[in-house]
């Protein structure tokens, strides 16, 4: 039922009445009477017996006798919310699309053929035939796939999809954002045909989700292509499930029970025994645990392979490299990069520069005493819009006219965090004559300009240059590697990566920061095998995720307490915490052996429905919640 309560989450009988038996199905939308109002519902199975003891109400309305739930993601939304402590209902939200009536009357067509695609590409990786040869024998095998730099990934994927629907078996495809699920797409399309496959995201639109979503539950396509909602897609005889990126936190759902794309495809590739792949150019701690607990093989290049395919890459950063530097230890743009990047213009090639914020100047602190410049009126903080402005309070838009340092009086302020539009400025009066364009979130660009011209990114909105980057800067490194987060490191690995991945393989990728941190070592070598494995060793010594199995409770004031008070005793649970969220609101961290994960997800589960039955004050649970701080 259509019915978010914990005290619910269960099946309940209904009676089909006699002018709908042949019309209600397993998987058809339903209205039943619950309490003094019809909710909707979905019919999991028709029986001719129940194990009820009481009076059974009668199915109201059949809404639609299109199946749209089929038993196999009916099974997956199931796990998916016993692994999350949430409910069925909420999982069948992400899992289902909202139904259109004109849709379902559209007649069905017929399945096109697929054709098995050449293998030669997948030459370059060591066990890489032997996966696609396993897909084209009705295999399933698992890998984690570390992606060469310049790797054509989309068509890479094409290949896996149009190999397993050869061999009749379904597949499905999810990446982090429509850009990538567009470029995925035009490569899907090229390869298959049109009318061969579909593709699966909240930006389509609810007519053409749905029509999608119909032609998949119907059998009419084979490969389903997606964002993170497609992990549930509805593919008959599913083969095949791979995940692109899957470090990127857009494949985190922001509705309850917040599952991540990864593990919906992990949890269906155990239940539906297809054959799973976790690509990347970067690799997460958690895909390392696969490999490391033997569930997956890894799969990477070799060593000739990767020094043919990626770029020269330089680290500046160290005393050493500032004090050698003409420009002084103080330049934002070291001699090296902006060497490289003249001879990238030069050749008339493309330059990317990767910057971590937007904006102008993000953040500003004191010139003096070197105090965060705050606002007068809430204490946020200031930020400049523009050359000459007076900051602004990121927090209440006010302008800070005439603001002085709280602390020593001072009117001047310095530049704590360089944004993209100062940047672009920048690089303006350093290659006079370049054109110089930004990409951001807001204004991203679908590729770079064609020509010798400078782009400034944010990381993720990177676009890619028609015929490679010559020069990639990675700026302010600093900025993602200082962050107060478990996944600090690692996310700066997988941002960096990505963006040095456009390069052309004689380009050059200048990084600014010190050469003998482990993660840029890791860049370096162009090997996020071994730093995924470093990550993962240092978790477990220190006993956080993927290691350890943790979960969030978030409540007002002493209500995540009470609910871990719940708990029962014998569970070895250790709670961190509570922090105060703001004022009126806690954060409390459970942790216990991964092993156990499944128990703590339960517990909760029924800790939540108990205090909801008794209607005291809700609190979110997460498990595996991406920021532990």
């Not at 696969?290 to 799969?299: G, I």
């Not at 937007?358 to 050359?387: D, I, K």
């Not at 993209?420 to 807001?442: L, N, Y």
């Amino acid at each position: 039922m259509d019915q978010p309560l914990p005290q619910l989450d269960r099946l309940f009988d209904y009676r089909i009445p006699d002018d709908l038996l042949d019309a209600v199905r397993p998987g058809c939308r339903v209205k039943v009477r619950f309490g003094r109002r019809k909710i909707g519902g979905y019919v999991i199975a028709v029986k001719r017996e129940t194990d009820f003891d009481g009076k059974l109400l009668w199915i109201s309305d059949l809404v639609s006798p299109q199946p749209v739930l089929t038993p196999e993601v009916a099974r997956l939304a199931r796990a998916v919310a016993d692994r999350y402590a949430g409910t069925l209902a909420d999982v069948l939200r992400l899992a289902v699309p909202e139904r259109r009536k004109k849709v379902e009357e559209e007649p069905p067509r017929e399945r096109l053929p697929v054709a098995a695609p050449t293998q030669h590409h997948w030459k370059r990786y060591i066990a890489g035939e032997a996966f696609l040869r396993a897909l084209g024998a009705a295999k399933s095998p698992k890998t984690v796939w570390s992606a060469l730099p310049g790797e054509d990934w989309p068509a890479r994927l094409s290949e896996t999809a149009a190999t397993t629907a050869a061999a009749g078996r379904g597949a499905v495809l999810v990446v982090p954002d429509q850009d990538d699920l567009d470029r995925l797409d035009a490569a899907l399309a090229a390869m298959l045909g049109e009318g061969r496959h579909v593709t699966l995201s909240a930006q389509m639109g609810p007519t053409k989700r749905y029509r999608a979503f119909l032609k998949a539950v119907r059998g009419e396509v084979r490969i389903v292509a997606g964002t993170r909602a497609a992990a549930f897609a509805p593919v008959p005889e599913l083969g095949l499930v791979a995940i692109w990126d899957d470090g990127d936190e857009s494949h985190v759902d922001r509705h309850a029970p917040y599952p991540h794309a990864r593990e919906v495809l992990l949890t269906r590739a155990g239940l539906a025994d297809a054959a799973c792949l976790v690509g990347g150019h970067a690799r997460t701690p958690q895909a390392q645990l696969l490999v490391e607990t033997k569930w997956a093989v890894s799969m990477t290049a070799s060593r000739d392979q990767i020094r043919s395919a990626s770029p020269r890459i330089v680290p500046v950063g160290d005393e050493s490299d500032l004090a050698r530097d003409p420009s002084g230890s103080t330049a934002r743009l070291p001699t090296v990069a902006w060497e490289a990047a003249r001879a990238a213009l030069a050749k008339r090639r493309a330059v990317l520069v990767q910057v971590p914020r937007r904006g102008y100047v993000p953040a500003v602190s004191c010139q003096r005493c070197r105090t965060r410049a705050a606002c007068p009126h809430c204490s946020g903080p200031l930020r400049l819009m523009g050359a000459r402005r007076s900051p602004v309070c990121g927090w209440c838009g006010r302008t800070a006219e005439g603001h002085r340092c709280r602390e020593c009086g001072s009117n001047q302020v310095r530049a704590v965090v360089i944004g993209a539009e100062r940047t672009a400025e920048e690089m303006a009066q350093a290659f006079p004559g370049a054109e110089v364009v930004e990409s951001t979130g807001p204004n991203r660009l679908e590729a770079a300009p064609d020509g010798p011209a400078v782009v400034v990114a944010t990381p993720g909105v990177e676009p890619p240059a028609p015929a490679g980057y010559g020069a990639v800067l990675l700026l302010d490194t600093w900025a993602l590697l200082t962050r107060a987060d478990l996944t600090a490191s690692e996310e700066a690995l997988r941002r960096w990566m990505n963006a040095v991945a456009l390069a052309r393989p004689d380009g050059t990728a200048v990084v600014v920061a010190d050469g003998g941190l482990a993660v840029v070592q890791a860049l370096l070598r162009w090997d996020p095998a071994w730093f995924a494995s470093r990550e993962l060793a240092e978790r477990a010594e220190l006993g956080f995720p993927p290691a350890m199995k943790m979960a969030a409770l978030t409540g007002s004031n002493g209500a995540p307490e009470k609910l871990a008070a719940d708990l029962p005793p014998d569970l070895g649970v250790e709670a961190i915490g509570p922090i105060p969220v703001d004022e009126h609101n806690e954060r409390l961290l459970l942790r216990i052996r991964r092993r156990d994960g499944a128990a703590l997800a339960g517990a909760l589960a029924r800790a939540s429905a108990e205090r909801a039955a008794a209607k005291a004050d809700p609190v979110r649970v997460q498990i595996d919640p991406r920021a532990i701080a």
